[in-house]
């Protein structure tokens, strides 16, 4: 690819508020000046109702051909439940581009109050995304019968712990030196005594990283009381989705909160979408604050090589926040809050 071929980027607004908020951040990137290619797919629980899946049976084979993927949002729990469409749609994608690091930032933005007394922290979520507990392993047997039960099997290989706590330990490396690898080994004596086990093992292979160990209990506590004690965060698939959902309400809400789905390797794409969801009951009233899917297009653009429109569109996002625009949920809508973000871009 040279320097100016476009990179091709495969758009699923999907559900609910994805769509409002994938225009914008559209809009945004197309204003600073990153070469990009879009087409978009309209896989969702409207697809899905219509066709009988959330997209279709050549959908991943189809998403191979792009530099990237960005998800808008997906589920309608009125429509369609949500255990259909999340592993009819997302979880599939994850799993067949081995996009195994899930990456969310946390810190505030200028201008946007958290809720707690501290506003000097900048934490970075490393989640496990391709096993663990969302492996899918397990089922159901006597079902309708008191005799009924259910089980559920976290699964967790070699490979995929000792590669996310790489990765975990390599953007360390890249920030301020310090890991924190989050288990519950005190309880489950089989998976995360052996995550703490591989954390130990790989812990010698990077001196200038100093880790620290933490039950998921004592974390959340930690990212409340103390979080600008805390600099990048590892942890498995189930404990960095309730991590980072606590991250979200610290650094103002899940209206700030972006992510990305990599595959460190890039053999496949990797995908882009902000964590909010669909957020069916506020859909179609422009309500919808877009910085999630603007932050996110920015780590999109940073993952592409384009780092300098990338780091524009922050730029932009920050100013607008600083001004106070769309740092309070429902005050300024949508259209306002891209139109403060371009307005900030051009100047």
Same mark, same amino acid.
């Given at each position: 690819? #040279?320097?100016?071929?476009?990179?091709?980027?495969?758009?699923?607004? !999907?559900?609910?508020?994805?769509?409002?908020?994938? &225009?914008?951040?559209?809009?945004?990137?197309?204003?600073?000046?990153?070469?990009?290619?879009?087409?978009?797919?309209?896989?969702?629980?409207?697809?899905?109702?219509?066709?009988?899946?959330?997209?279709?049976?050549?959908?991943?084979?189809?998403?191979?051909?792009?530099?990237?993927?960005?998800?808008?949002?997906?589920?309608?729990?009125?429509?369609?439940? $949500?255990?259909?469409?999340?592993?009819?749609?997302?979880?599939?994608?994850?799993?067949?581009?081995?996009?195994?690091?899930?990456?969310?930032?946390?810190?505030?933005?200028?201008?946007?109050?958290?809720?707690?007394?501290?506003?000097?922290?900048?934490?970075?979520?490393?989640?496990?995304?391709?096993?663990? &507990?969302?492996?899918?392993?397990?089922? +159901?047997?006597?079902?309708? #019968? /008191?005799?009924?039960?259910?089980?559920?099997?976290?699964?967790?290989?070699? #490979? !995929?712990?000792?590669?996310?706590?790489?990765?975990?330990?390599?953007?360390?490396?890249? +920030?301020?030196?310090?890991?924190?690898?989050?288990?519950?080994?005190?309880?489950?004596?089989?998976?995360?005594?052996?995550?703490?086990?591989?954390? &130990?093992?790989?812990?010698?292979?990077?001196?200038?990283?100093?880790?620290?160990?933490?039950?998921?209990?004592?974390?959340?506590?930690?990212?409340?009381?103390?979080?600008?004690?805390?600099?990048?965060?590892?942890?498995?698939?189930?404990?960095?989705?309730?991590?980072?959902?606590?991250?979200?309400?610290?650094?103002?809400?899940?209206?700030?909160?972006?992510?990305?789905?990599? $595959?460190?390797?890039?053999?496949?794409?990797?995908?882009?979408?902000?964590?909010?969801?669909?957020? /069916?009951?506020?859909?179609?009233?422009?309500?919808?604050?877009?910085?999630?899917?603007?932050?996110?297009?920015?780590?999109?653009? $940073?993952?592409?090589?384009?780092?300098?429109?990338?780091?524009?569109?922050?730029?932009?996002? &920050?100013?607008?926040?600083?001004?106070?625009?769309?740092?309070?949920?429902?005050?300024?809508?949508?259209?306002?809050?891209?139109?403060?973000?371009?307005?900030?871009?051009? !100047?």
């Amino acid at each position: 690819m #040279t320097p100016d071929t476009p990179h091709r980027i495969a758009l699923i607004p !999907g559900d609910g508020i994805g769509t409002p908020v994938t &225009e914008a951040a559209l809009q945004v990137v197309a204003a600073s000046g990153a070469t990009v290619e879009t087409v978009t797919f309209p896989w969702s629980c409207d697809h899905y109702l219509t066709t009988g899946a959330m997209m279709p049976e050549d959908g991943i084979a189809t998403l191979r051909g792009f530099d990237a993927i960005f998800l808008g949002a997906v589920g309608w729990p009125a429509r369609v439940p $949500d255990s259909v469409s999340l592993h009819g749609l997302l979880l599939p994608i994850r799993k067949a581009f081995v996009q195994y690091a899930n990456i969310r930032p946390h810190r505030l933005l200028p201008g946007v109050e958290g809720p707690l007394k501290t506003r000097d922290f900048d934490i970075l979520c490393i989640r496990e995304n391709t096993e663990g &507990e969302y492996s899918g392993a397990g089922g +159901r047997v006597h079902v309708g #019968t /008191p005799d009924e039960v259910a089980v559920e099997t976290s699964v967790f290989t070699r #490979t !995929g712990v000792e590669r996310i706590l790489r990765f975990g330990f390599e953007q360390a490396q890249a +920030r301020r030196g310090q890991l924190a690898s989050v288990t519950k080994s005190n309880a489950q004596r089989h998976s995360m005594v052996f995550w703490d086990e591989v954390t &130990e093992e790989l812990a010698a292979q990077y001196p200038d990283v100093q880790v620290t160990r933490y039950h998921i209990d004592a974390m959340c506590a930690r990212m409340v009381m103390a979080p600008e004690t805390l600099d990048v965060v590892v942890a498995s698939n189930l404990f960095g989705d309730i991590l980072t959902d606590l991250g979200a309400a610290i650094q103002g809400g899940l209206g700030f909160a972006a992510s990305a789905n990599i $595959d460190p390797t890039r053999q496949g794409p990797s995908m882009f979408e902000p964590v909010h969801g669909s957020a /069916p009951d506020i859909a179609d009233q422009g309500i919808a604050n877009p910085m999630a899917a603007i932050w996110s297009a920015a780590m999109m653009l $940073d993952h592409l090589g384009q780092t300098e429109a990338g780091a524009r569109i922050m730029a932009a996002l &920050e100013a607008t926040t600083a001004q106070g625009i769309g740092t309070r949920q429902g005050r300024d809508g949508t259209e306002a809050i891209t139109q403060a973000v371009l307005t900030n871009l051009q !100047g």
